[in-house]
């Protein structure tokens, strides 16, 4: 009976871990429904800050928190954009980085799928739904306003 038990119960931790990812909600925001697939960028904002303004024009645009996890997935037309972010990332381990009235400006591409993430006061943006290194287009650092650190595989500051 006890063999049994050992068997079963990984099996159980397992399913239940991976049903708990399952369970992080991403919430759909379409800046303008009317457009088609190729005249917008859409990018999955896998972070719990919140976008208060979209190219000078103020929205509320906030992840849900489950677990201290949330996402949205944006369509936004494609272009040079400007968002202004707003709350905290970290963790009570490692602390908080605090963003007030933030800008991040970054150029998306039109029919292009983006993964953009945020790390403390770092943002990492990807190409498709993937946060693998080989997709990764860009790491910016927020600490002193947005600066490259790294561009599509090579350190561009020091």
């Known amino acids: 009976m006890k063999k049994k038990i050992f068997l079963v119960l990984p099996v159980f931790i397992f399913l239940l871990i991976i049903g708990s990812c399952a369970g992080i909600a991403t919430i759909p925001i379409a800046f303008d429904e009317s457009l088609p697939e190729n005249e917008y960028a859409l990018i999955h904002w896998n972070t719990i800050l919140k976008i ?89 650092g927020m600490s002193n306003g947005q600066t490259a650190l790294y561009e599509y595989g090579k350190k561009v500051s020091k």
């Open 52 to 140: 208060s303004e979209y190219n000078d024009i103020a929205v509320n645009w906030e992840p849900p928190e489950a677990m201290g996890f949330g996402g949205l997935e944006l369509k936004i037309p494609g272009g040079n954009t400007r968002f202004v972010l707003n709350g905290r990332v970290g963790t009570v381990n490692m602390g908080y980085t605090i963003y007030r009235d933030i800008p991040f400006v970054f150029n998306f591409e039109n029919g292009k799928e983006y993964t953009l993430y945020v790390n403390q006061s770092l943002i990492y943006i990807y190409y498709g739904k993937s946060m693998s290194t080989k997709n990764q287009i860009v790491i910016y």
